[in-house]
């Protein structure tokens, strides 16, 4: 099957694509925020609050931009969302030592993410399963956290120099690449929006009321319970990392790391990830993984709360490397598992859950890291990853797999339709 007449090629989309995600992220004040927040005088445990208010706003945002995603044309929320970003840096440069502003800043972020979010992974889906290749979607995904990354990781090694110089130099620079992707999103055609698409892909759906996309995402959640297993593995466990992630360059300040390393460790990561996201999909198959890999992030973070000195940070980088094929796999799992009528609602109910854990798991972390430590903290966040395999391998013997390997048998109802119109089920 080829892209829909009147669509961009799939190379050409996919060219965009990556250059976006590249660009959304490519961001130099990475390398040195919440380090920088320390530096202006706000606390660890005050860091963390805002971080859990970062993820309370999204909760907010996320469900609402879902379904305007589904609703309304994905090319110009694709547009929109880096050129929202952009304020962000702008608040946090004017901010000072003023925690409301950085505040602001956050609750925009979290603006900018939610319209990119389910949106992005609902546009890659859908030209995929145009061009007959929805099989490929782990592969791509696996690129996608590959470009993403790669971006992280070029941004935070010159922010980490620029940061040697001017810390508040980082903000401002990372506005130029938030510019380029506003560009490239230009490209991101929404093939629901093109002629004839509706020939070629099942989940092309624009019509339909609001409401009716939430309806959608609900009734996919209770027709198959594959989507809330994978909820709480996401959510409730691999989530873990997102927040370390934020946490990290106050663990580099406690094993005395030199701020100018900062950005290297960060490249180095970002290299270890890139390459297992490129070969996640190769995993797919092995089930097992999906409660290994947690328990082995799980030791590592164990070895990472030693922090006897800058070494250590090899065992935390290994952790983050490690969890990315559970991560990719599991995310792409979910989207397999869903009848796709409202793909990118039901995706953005899952960030929603996601944000939800996040915020107890960042006040967990932050105040815990307040009482006893960054290190002890660390060390915890490893203790809980035991939990989070054990969830994956009891469903692993109920026949519920983290992993891919194509879809598993469903026990479905069908969900509610939208006005006047029957749910389309793609043959996923």
Sequence with gaps: MSSAPGSPSLKTFLFAYFGYVFM???????AIYTALFQFRGISVAEIGLLIAFWSATAIILELPSGALSDRFDRRWLMVAAPLI????????????????LYGLGFLIWSAAESLMSGTKQALLYEHLDAAGRAQDYEKMLGRDNAAQMVGIGIGSVIGGFVATYSMDATLWLSIPPLIIGAVLGLFLIDLRRSPGQSEHSADAEPEGSYLDHMRNALADFRANRALPFLTVYIAGGLIVFEVL????QLYYLAVDLPIWMFGIVIAVEVAAFTGISIIAHRLKHFTAMGWLLPLLAGVLLLLAAIGAGPVFVIFLLLAHTVRAPAMI?????????????????TTSALVV?????????????????DAIGILPAYGWAGIWMLPVALWAFWGQ??????MGGGPETKQTVDPLPAKGKPIRHPDI
Excluded: C, P
Excluded at 87 to 100: E, H, Q
């Design 353 to 369: 859950a996601q944000n939800v854990a996040g915020i107890a798991v960042t006040l967990t972390i932050g105040f815990l890291a």
């Design 245 to 248: 992630d934020e946490f990290d």
């Design 397 to 402: 013997r109920k026949g519920l797999s983290v």
């Design 24 to 30: 959304f992220d490519a961001m130099l004040a990475y």
């Design 329 to 345: 796999l599991s995310e792409a799992r979910f989207q397999h598992e869903m009848d796709g009528a409202s793909r990118a609602t």
């Design 85 to 100: 970003k952009i304020f962000t840096f702008i608040v946090w440069g004017l901010a000072g030592s003023n925690i409301w």
